[in-house]
């Protein structure tokens, strides 16, 4: 039994979609750790006092790190650590390449 609220880790360099995600995910009990730049977000899963994360969910196209990045990295981190895509432009080479990197699943935006 979950006796903690989820922790997820949200990453997006748009702070427009950051602020939306978070604020609904927040409405449902989860406690969100936002990030705009994807480097901050995967130094804390590897601070040993740093909540336990539930979930990633990330954008896929970010300067520096993308997405892809994100998954490779929280694999090596953490495998059993669920990593969700976002993004604007999906396409089938997206959603395949996440799939076989070991995403949970791909979700376009705009969000609704």
């Known amino acids: ?9 949200l990453i997006d360099d748009d702070s427009a979609v950051l602020g939306m995600v978070c604020d609904a995910l927040t409405h449902y009990g989860m406690e969100v750790h936002a990030f705009t730049e994807a480097h901050a977000a995967l130094e804390l899963l590897e601070v040993p006092d ?37 993004t604007g432009q999906a396409t089938l080479d997206y959603a395949i390449r996440a799939i076989r990197m070991g995403a949970a699943n791909l979700f376009q935006k705009p969000l609704t």
Do not use: C, W, Y
Request: hydrophobic share 50%; charged share 15%; glycine share 4%.
């Open 50 to 86: 740093a909540p336990q994360f539930d979930l990633v969910i990330s954008d896929i196209n970010m300067e520096g790190l993308d997405g892809f990045d994100v998954i490779h990295r929280v694999k090596a981190i953490n495998p059993s650590l669920p990593v969700v895509l976002m």
């Open 1 to 9: 039994m979950q006796t903690h609220p989820p922790h997820v880790m």
